[in-house]
């Protein structure tokens, strides 16, 4: 069935942190966007991650001059997937499209994406970087290792190089907000959703200012919550691991005893033995870790706070 443009509301999601250096240059590209396709209803959604800088000043005074736009302000640095979650949250149009204002998720690409969810009829169409050169050799890396990772523990089809830039229907968001979990892993969890896919690949430019803040530790953080949030293979693995140690162990001790029966018992090695009870050591440490990270996600959850706290909504001068 056609769709009739002029119809069509699209709520722009702004997740920032200390964004002072790119926020002006977004919110220039987000104006020119507007204006250049008036056949679609913006809205923008800013949301204040707790900055320490000058971004929620840069981010009250421009929503204070749209007609369609509101600023999130909360209380204290959420993280990113709870600053996300509040701004999807938060929207009301009929697309959903959540962007990074550091420009390195081109603002030129939403009329592509909208374009091709009018010629499909998707729910969801991604933004899919063809390369990954701003990254280094070794983010590169690791990250084809994790996705390939957490497909295969999860079961989840989750896209390599394909962020939280994508375009989303009222349905797919209304989806999303069912799911109650603290320990989020958002693009894992759009992923869960399904939904008809559609993709638009694009070259990712260099960020247009400031510096990100997701460093490895953060990363390697977000991908242990991402693994133990949607799969328990790791902890089934330690059960398979624990089963053929125990079953290894037992034949090693049938063949000393005989051999101790037989009165061939050979002087028992320092080296051999020290290596044993170091390997077997560092394992069970691994594995308790394991345990660790998911007793520890079972105890943040069931304190069941929210994912964040708004401080105050500025509003744009049309609201």
């Not at 080296?271 to 170091?278: E, G, K, Q």
Request: one cysteine or more; proline letters at 4%; charged letters at 20%.
């Amino acid at each position: 069935m056609a769709r009739t443009k002029k119809s069509t509301t699209v709520d722009v999601v702004v997740p920032c942190f200390n964004e002072e250096d790119s926020l002006p240059l977004f919110f220039a590209s987000y104006t020119q966007l507007a204006k250049s396709h008036p056949q679609y209803a913006f809205n923008i959604i800013v949301i204040d991650n707790g900055s320490s800088d000058s971004t929620l000043k840069i981010a009250k005074e421009f929503i204070s001059t749209t007609k369609a736009g509101i600023c999130l302000e909360l209380s204290k640095n959420f993280g990113k997937e709870a600053s996300l979650t509040a701004g999807l949250e938060a929207s009301t149009s009929e697309l959903v499209i959540p962007i990074d204002a550091d420009l390195q998720d081109p603002i030129e690409l939403i009329p592509t994406l909208i374009e091709r969810w009018e010629q499909t009829g998707a729910d969801v169409v991604l933004a899919r970087r063809k390369t990954r050169d701003e990254d280094t050799i070794f983010r590169r890396t690791v990250s084809t290792l994790y996705i390939s990772v957490f497909r295969k523990l999860s079961g989840v089809d989750l896209h390599p190089n394909v962020g939280e830039f994508r375009l989303m229907t009222r349905a797919v968001i209304e989806a999303f907000s069912t799911m109650p979990e603290r320990q989020r892993f958002v693009r894992g969890m759009l992923a869960w959703l399904g939904f008809k896919v559609e993709i638009v690949d694009y070259i990712r430019p260099a960020r247009a200012g400031g510096k990100s803040s997701f460093n490895l530790f953060r990363l390697f953080e977000l991908g242990v919550q991402g693994i133990t949030a949607f799969s328990i293979k790791p902890l089934r693995m330690a059960t398979i691991f624990g089963l053929i140690t125990a079953l290894g162990s037992g034949i090693y001790a049938i063949f000393i005893f005989a051999e101790a029966i037989n009165n061939r018992t050979p002087v028992p090695g320092y080296a051999s033995l020290l290596i044993t009870v170091l390997f077997l050591g560092g394992m069970q440490l691994l594995f308790l870790g394991i345990i660790g990270e998911y007793l520890g996600r079972v105890l943040l959850e069931s304190k069941a706070r929210p994912n964040y706290v708004i401080r105050k909504v500025y509003k744009g001068n049309g609201r």
